[in-house]
Protein backbone atom coordinates (compact mmCIF):
# COMPACT_ATOMS: atom_id res chain seq x y z
CA UNK A 1 0.00 0.00 0.00
CA UNK A 2 0.96 3.48 -1.04
CA UNK A 3 0.06 6.92 -0.95
CA UNK A 4 -0.08 7.55 -4.80
CA UNK A 5 -1.94 4.66 -4.98
CA UNK A 6 -4.62 5.71 -2.91
CA UNK A 7 -4.56 9.43 -3.89
CA UNK A 8 -4.62 7.75 -7.44
CA UNK A 9 -7.03 5.29 -6.86
CA UNK A 10 -9.70 7.61 -4.06
CA UNK A 11 -9.06 10.50 -7.22
CA UNK A 12 -7.93 12.82 -4.24
CA UNK A 13 -5.89 15.00 -6.66
CA UNK A 14 -3.00 15.89 -4.10
CA UNK A 15 0.29 16.58 -5.34
CA UNK A 16 2.28 14.58 -2.70
CA UNK A 17 0.80 11.38 -0.94
CA UNK A 18 2.31 9.57 1.82
CA UNK A 19 1.14 6.59 3.87
CA UNK A 20 1.71 4.82 7.00
CA UNK A 21 -0.45 2.46 8.51
CA UNK A 22 -0.27 3.62 12.04
CA UNK A 23 -0.98 6.94 11.26
CA UNK A 24 2.28 8.52 13.11
CA UNK A 25 5.42 9.04 11.57
CA UNK A 26 6.09 10.17 8.07
CA UNK A 27 8.28 11.89 5.66
CA UNK A 28 7.65 15.53 5.24
CA UNK A 29 4.80 16.68 2.64
CA UNK A 30 6.74 18.76 0.01
CA UNK A 31 4.12 19.88 -2.24
CA UNK A 32 0.63 21.19 -1.58
CA UNK A 33 -1.86 20.09 -1.69
CA UNK A 34 -1.08 16.81 -0.03
CA UNK A 35 -2.22 14.01 2.25
CA UNK A 36 -1.44 11.88 4.61
CA UNK A 37 -3.09 8.33 5.01
CA UNK A 38 -3.29 5.37 7.60
CA UNK A 39 -5.07 2.30 7.08
CA UNK A 40 -8.38 3.61 8.18
CA UNK A 41 -8.54 7.00 6.29
CA UNK A 42 -7.18 10.30 5.69
CA UNK A 43 -6.22 13.68 6.00
CA UNK A 44 -5.47 16.96 3.34
CA UNK A 45 -3.51 19.98 4.21
CA UNK A 46 -4.20 22.37 1.35
CA UNK A 47 -1.48 24.62 1.64
CA UNK A 48 2.37 24.81 3.44
CA UNK A 49 1.12 27.31 5.87
CA UNK A 50 -1.24 25.23 7.57
CA UNK A 51 0.73 22.30 7.45
CA UNK A 52 3.45 24.11 9.54
CA UNK A 53 1.43 25.54 11.55
CA UNK A 54 -0.47 23.20 12.82
CA UNK A 55 0.04 22.42 16.78
CA UNK A 56 0.05 18.61 16.47
CA UNK A 57 1.97 17.98 14.16
CA UNK A 58 5.79 17.70 15.37
CA UNK A 59 7.90 18.54 12.02
CA UNK A 60 11.61 18.04 11.92
CA UNK A 61 13.56 15.76 9.62
CA UNK A 62 10.83 13.62 9.52
CA UNK A 63 7.02 14.07 10.67
CA UNK A 64 5.36 12.88 13.37
CA UNK A 65 1.82 13.05 15.05
CA UNK A 66 2.16 11.14 18.28
CA UNK A 67 -2.02 10.29 18.43
CA UNK A 68 -1.87 9.42 14.92
CA UNK A 69 -3.55 11.47 11.79
CA UNK A 70 -6.60 9.93 13.20
CA UNK A 71 -6.63 12.98 15.81
CA UNK A 72 -6.27 15.67 13.49
CA UNK A 73 -9.10 17.78 12.39
CA UNK A 74 -10.31 17.21 9.09
CA UNK A 75 -9.79 13.72 9.37
CA UNK A 76 -11.66 11.68 6.89
CA UNK A 77 -12.55 7.86 7.68
CA UNK A 78 -12.79 5.45 4.62
CA UNK A 79 -16.51 4.86 3.80
CA UNK A 80 -17.13 0.78 3.24
CA UNK A 81 -17.59 1.22 -0.49
CA UNK A 82 -13.64 2.90 -0.72
CA UNK A 83 -12.58 0.21 1.48
CA UNK A 84 -13.71 -2.28 -1.04
CA UNK A 85 -12.25 -0.16 -3.71
CA UNK A 86 -9.29 -0.11 -2.35
CA UNK A 87 -9.07 -4.00 -1.33
CA UNK A 88 -10.36 -4.91 -4.58
CA UNK A 89 -9.31 -2.66 -7.58
CA UNK A 90 -6.16 -4.89 -8.20
CA UNK A 91 -8.35 -7.39 -9.63
CA UNK A 92 -7.55 -11.05 -8.28
CA UNK A 93 -7.67 -13.70 -11.09
CA UNK A 94 -10.46 -15.82 -8.89
CA UNK A 95 -12.98 -12.82 -8.78
CA UNK A 96 -15.45 -14.04 -11.15
CA UNK A 97 -16.65 -11.33 -13.71
CA UNK A 98 -19.86 -10.25 -12.22
CA UNK A 99 -18.26 -8.87 -9.14
CA UNK A 100 -15.44 -7.31 -11.01
CA UNK A 101 -18.43 -5.87 -13.29
CA UNK A 102 -19.98 -4.62 -9.74
CA UNK A 103 -16.80 -3.49 -8.52
CA UNK A 104 -16.46 -1.23 -11.37
CA UNK A 105 -19.33 0.39 -11.26
CA UNK A 106 -18.62 1.36 -7.82
CA UNK A 107 -15.33 2.43 -8.72
CA UNK A 108 -16.81 5.07 -11.34
CA UNK A 109 -20.03 6.05 -8.50
CA UNK A 110 -17.29 7.37 -6.08
CA UNK A 111 -15.17 8.97 -8.35
CA UNK A 112 -18.11 11.07 -9.66
CA UNK A 113 -19.56 11.05 -6.17
CA UNK A 114 -16.62 12.93 -4.80
CA UNK A 115 -15.72 15.22 -7.80
CA UNK A 116 -19.81 16.20 -7.37
CA UNK A 117 -19.43 16.54 -3.93
CA UNK A 118 -16.18 19.04 -4.60
CA UNK A 119 -17.92 20.92 -6.68
CA UNK A 120 -20.79 21.90 -4.60
CA UNK A 121 -18.69 22.35 -1.81
CA UNK A 122 -16.34 25.12 -3.88
CA UNK A 123 -19.58 26.41 -5.33
CA UNK A 124 -20.54 27.83 -1.87
CA UNK A 125 -17.25 28.17 -0.43
CA UNK A 126 -18.06 25.53 2.19
CA UNK A 127 -21.04 27.64 3.44
CA UNK A 128 -23.79 26.20 4.82
CA UNK A 129 -26.96 27.16 2.17
CA UNK A 130 -29.63 26.35 5.44
CA UNK A 131 -27.76 28.34 8.10
CA UNK A 132 -24.97 30.28 6.61
CA UNK A 133 -22.71 29.95 8.55
CA UNK A 134 -18.74 28.38 7.61
CA UNK A 135 -16.36 26.28 9.66
CA UNK A 136 -13.15 27.44 9.76
CA UNK A 137 -10.57 24.31 10.37
CA UNK A 138 -6.84 25.96 9.03
CA UNK A 139 -5.79 29.09 7.65
CA UNK A 140 -7.71 29.65 4.70
CA UNK A 141 -9.36 26.11 5.43
CA UNK A 142 -13.26 25.26 6.39
CA UNK A 143 -15.26 22.62 6.36
CA UNK A 144 -18.80 21.60 5.11
CA UNK A 145 -20.81 18.63 3.89
CA UNK A 146 -22.79 17.70 1.53
CA UNK A 147 -26.33 16.47 1.52
CA UNK A 148 -28.16 14.31 -0.40
CA UNK A 149 -31.77 15.60 -0.24
CA UNK A 150 -33.13 12.07 -1.21
CA UNK A 151 -30.60 9.72 0.02
CA UNK A 152 -28.81 7.21 -1.79
CA UNK A 153 -29.68 3.61 -1.24
CA UNK A 154 -32.84 1.72 0.09
CA UNK A 155 -35.44 2.69 0.45
CA UNK A 156 -35.36 5.64 -0.47
CA UNK A 157 -32.70 5.20 -3.79
CA UNK A 158 -32.06 8.89 -4.10
CA UNK A 159 -30.14 9.48 -7.43
CA UNK A 160 -26.49 10.49 -6.81
CA UNK A 161 -26.97 13.53 -9.24
CA UNK A 162 -25.86 17.54 -8.50
CA UNK A 163 -29.85 18.41 -8.36
CA UNK A 164 -29.92 16.35 -5.40
CA UNK A 165 -27.34 17.78 -3.52
CA UNK A 166 -26.70 20.87 -1.14
CA UNK A 167 -23.89 22.13 0.99
CA UNK A 168 -24.70 22.01 4.38
CA UNK A 169 -22.76 22.44 8.02
CA UNK A 170 -22.85 18.96 10.19
CA UNK A 171 -25.84 20.26 12.23
CA UNK A 172 -28.12 20.78 9.56
CA UNK A 173 -26.83 17.71 7.74
CA UNK A 174 -27.96 16.12 11.18
CA UNK A 175 -31.39 17.59 10.93
CA UNK A 176 -31.89 16.87 7.47
CA UNK A 177 -30.66 13.04 7.85
CA UNK A 178 -33.66 12.89 10.78
CA UNK A 179 -36.05 14.93 8.78
CA UNK A 180 -36.15 17.71 11.69
CA UNK A 181 -35.78 20.20 8.89
CA UNK A 182 -38.28 20.68 5.59
CA UNK A 183 -36.98 22.83 2.65
CA UNK A 184 -37.85 25.71 0.86
CA UNK A 185 -35.38 27.12 -1.87
CA UNK A 186 -37.13 30.63 -1.53
CA UNK A 187 -35.58 30.49 1.97
CA UNK A 188 -32.20 29.28 1.96
CA UNK A 189 -29.20 31.57 2.37
CA UNK A 190 -27.84 30.94 -1.06
CA UNK A 191 -28.26 28.89 -4.02
CA UNK A 192 -26.38 28.87 -6.63
CA UNK A 193 -27.36 25.41 -8.34
CA UNK A 194 -30.93 24.04 -9.23
CA UNK A 195 -32.23 21.71 -6.54
CA UNK A 196 -34.68 19.27 -8.37
CA UNK A 197 -38.26 20.60 -6.45
CA UNK A 198 -39.33 17.38 -7.18
CA UNK A 199 -37.00 15.97 -4.58
CA UNK A 200 -37.27 18.40 -2.34
CA UNK A 201 -41.29 17.87 -2.16
CA UNK A 202 -40.18 14.03 -1.39
CA UNK A 203 -38.06 15.60 1.46
CA UNK A 204 -40.81 17.29 3.05
CA UNK A 205 -43.02 14.60 2.85
CA UNK A 206 -41.14 12.95 5.37
CA UNK A 207 -40.15 15.68 7.54
CA UNK A 208 -41.47 15.32 11.25
CA UNK A 209 -43.96 18.04 11.95
CA UNK A 210 -43.69 17.62 15.76
CA UNK A 211 -40.81 19.68 17.02
CA UNK A 212 -40.03 20.53 13.64
CA UNK A 213 -37.89 24.13 12.14
CA UNK A 214 -39.43 25.28 8.84
CA UNK A 215 -36.54 26.66 6.66
Request: with cysteine; hydrophobic share 35%.
Amino acid sequence: MTGDYLNKILSINAKHALYREDGKWYHNITKFPGVLFDKNGYVIFDNKVDYNNNPNLQINKDLNIKKGIQSLVGYITFTEREKELINNVDFEDNIDNEKKVRIIREIESILRNKKLVEKIKKLYKNTCQICESQIRIGENTYYSEVHHVIALGNPHNGPDTINNMICVCPNCHVMLDFKFISLDTKKFKQLKHEISLERIKYHNSLYKKKNAFFV
